[in-house]
């Protein structure tokens, strides 16, 4: 079993900011990518930021320049620090994680429950 515990989100003024965090714990061997999706009413899920176990990093056009995405592969935690927030970003965040929970064997994914984030005056 793996569990992935979502923080960080909540109500912020527009051009405030935000940091969002997911630990994940349980059978896990290796986690390779970490990443953020979001998912607005009426809308598809849609990528924020995603990182690999080596650092690298990727990005929707939408948040370029404002989010940084980053990790502790020692806490198997990955962060979303989230500045100049835009109405338009009002939506569930979604943790995802591609893991092995063993030394062979595929490759698995798995979601966090979401945690709401409102951006609004």
């Known amino acids: 079993q793996v569990q992935l515990v979502e923080s960080g989100g909540g109500l912020v003024q527009p051009g405030g900011s935000l940091r969002l965090s997911c630990a994940a714990s349980g059978i896990i061997f290796s986690i390779y990518a970490m990443g953020w999706y979001r998912q607005a009413p009426g809308k598809q899920r849609e990528l924020v930021a995603a990182?690999?176990?080596?650092?690298?990093?990727n990005y929707a056009d939408s948040v370029k320049g404002r989010f940084i995405i980053f990790r502790d592969n020692g806490k198997n935690t990955v962060y979303l620090q989230m500045n100049s927030l835009k109405p338009e970003d009002t939506a569930v965040y979604y943790c995802?994680?591609?893991?092995?929970?063993?030394?062979?064997?595929?490759?698995?994914?798995?979601w966090g429950q979401g945690t709401q984030v409102t951006v609004s005056s």
């Open positions: 995802k994680i591609d893991y092995s929970p063993a030394s062979t064997g595929a490759i698995r994914v798995y």
């Open positions: 990182i690999t176990s080596r650092g690298t990093t």
